[in-house]
């Protein structure tokens, strides 16, 4: 045990009602206890970890991975339950998928004991600093591939400026995917030298292609009239509570402040809409939000047609968006008329789906207003949600614009998984490239 182990205790103490509330599995696995892994097989340059987070980083190594995989021992550590599962679903033929530890040492310690790479590569961030040190003190060189340091994210690690500085300037490099994440880790105290601009691999990541395997069973089974215009919205979220409320709840006899209220309430009679909220635990209060609503969930695959007949959908199960966003006449973007700071627009972009913005999307804001200036896509406040909805569906020309725009301005971002690639194998060889 050292003195940020002792520092980390009563943190966990404090808030241990908030994660012990929340549904998470694996809790062996968060100690440290992965499987022992065996040695690297001849031929092979070493292992190579690569730690993402949640789902949007799992899904952004699907160009990666590949790249990796026929010269090195490819492992892959995630942090939720979803992102886990997501992993497992792409990779399980081509990596090892693991557990990412808590930050404690003995943890930590255990899980470098089972996995033992040669290099680990964060995804996009998460730094925590036991585990950087502890990998350190190993030889074993940490880098952060993807790397994306949002505005928000800056804002807290700047104050904590003190506590985390060690940690960056211990990383062995940094490839940034834009000027200004560049400029962040800098500040935060990465080696200018060891920090580069390589790009963004959630553009390599998106499928450019025109149907989606799946889509139509999932319209069937849901009841969808594929006759009639659909708009589907990708990782909905909460709205503040302030003001008038966007929605009610009859049933539970509450105001309803979230982004499904807002959907439901700004489209045009007749327009079916269908919504896919970011996080399981909102469902149920989504599901409120769309009166009369087919859930996903009482109609799973293989199940039976829904003969509903109803224009309000819920997915409620998780990796069938990009099957929904197949679908769609025209794609909302969630999590960006709150305070949510956005959602990855690439892939409805990447599937030919106009698609339109709310004005909040901080963590996102480099493919955003990428695709912006390319005329990919349209951002657009809540107050004229309804009319643009209508503008697009009314305008055949004009979905077609946004549809060859957004997926040119994807092909001339693609490139940085292969960079990414040759950076984390000529790390293991004892070199790196800018």
């Known amino acids: 045990m050292n003195l940020l182990d002792l520092a980390y205790i009563p943190f966990a103490?404090?808030?241990?009602p908030w994660w012990l509330g929340k549904k998470r599995a694996g809790w062996r696995e968060r100690f440290g206890h992965a499987p022992r892994l065996d040695d690297v097989k001849p031929g092979l340059k070493g292992r190579v970890l690569l730690h993402a987070v949640s789902v949007g980083e799992v899904n952004a190594l699907r160009h990666l991975v590949p790249l990796l995989k026929d010269h090195a021992d490819v492992v892959i550590s995630v942090t939720t339950d979803t992102g886990i599962a997501r992993a497992r679903e792409l990779y399980s033929n081509t990596a090892t998928v693991v557990r990412y530890p808590l930050d404690f040492s003995r943890s930590v310690n255990r899980f470098l004991d089972a996995i033992r790479p040669d290099v680990i590569a964060l995804v996009e961030l998460e730094i925590w600093p036991n585990f950087v040190s502890i990998a350190r003190s190993r030889d074993i060189p940490v880098c952060v591939i993807n790397g994306r340091l949002s505005e928000?994210?800056?804002?807290?690690?700047?104050?904590?400026?003190?506590?985390?500085?060690?940690?960056?300037?211990?990383?062995?490099?940094?490839?940034?995917?834009?000027?200004?994440?560049?400029?962040?880790?800098?500040?935060?105290?990465?080696?200018?030298?060891?920090?580069?601009?390589?790009?963004?691999?959630?553009?390599?990541?998106?499928?450019?292609?025109?149907?989606?395997?799946?889509?139509?069973?999932?319209?069937?089974?849901?009841?969808?009239?594929?006759?009639?215009?659909?708009?589907?919205?990708?990782?909905?979220?909460?709205?503040?509570?302030?003001?008038?409320?966007?929605?009610?709840?009859?049933?539970?006899?509450?105001?309803?402040?979230?982004?499904?209220?807002?959907?439901?309430?700004?489209?045009?009679?007749?327009?079916?809409?269908?919504?896919?909220?970011?996080?399981?635990e909102r469902f149920d209060e989504a599901a409120r939000a769309l009166p009369g609503c087919v859930r996903r969930s009482a109609h799973p695959k293989g199940s039976v047609p829904s003969q509903s007949g109803r224009d309000r959908f819920l997915l409620d199960t998780i990796g069938e968006l990009r099957a929904a966003y197949a679908l769609a006449d025209v794609v909302v973007v969630g999590r960006s008329f709150g305070e949510q700071y956005g959602s990855d627009p690439v892939e409805p972009i990447s599937l030919g789906k106009p698609s339109v913005i709310g004005p909040s999307y901080g963590d996102f804001k480099s493919a955003v207003e990428s695709l912006i200036a390319g005329g990919g896509i349209l951002m657009r406040p809540a107050d004229q949600l309804r009319a643009t909805v209508e503008t697009l569906l009314r305008d055949a020309q004009a979905r077609e614009s946004l549809r060859n725009s957004g997926r040119e301005v994807i092909r001339r971002n693609q490139g940085a998984s292969g960079r990414y690639a040759r950076a984390v194998l000529d790390m293991i060889s004892g070199t790196s490239i800018p």
């Open 13 to 16: 103490l404090v808030t241990a």
């Open 152 to 280: 928000r994210s800056f804002k807290g690690y700047r104050r904590f400026k003190w506590f985390f500085r060690r940690s960056y300037a211990r990383l062995s490099c940094v490839y940034a995917q834009d000027e200004a994440y560049h400029r962040r880790f800098v500040e935060m105290g990465v080696n200018p030298a060891q920090c580069h601009i390589s790009g963004s691999m959630k553009w390599d990541a998106a499928r450019i292609e025109d149907s989606v395997a799946g889509a139509e069973e999932l319209a069937r089974e849901l009841g969808i009239d594929r006759s009639r215009p659909l708009v589907v919205a990708g990782s909905t979220g909460p709205l503040p509570a302030d003001g008038a409320p966007i929605g009610f709840d009859g049933a539970q006899g509450r105001a309803l402040w979230c982004e499904e209220a807002l959907l439901h309430a700004a489209m045009p009679p007749g327009v079916q809409l269908l919504c896919a909220p970011r996080k399981p």
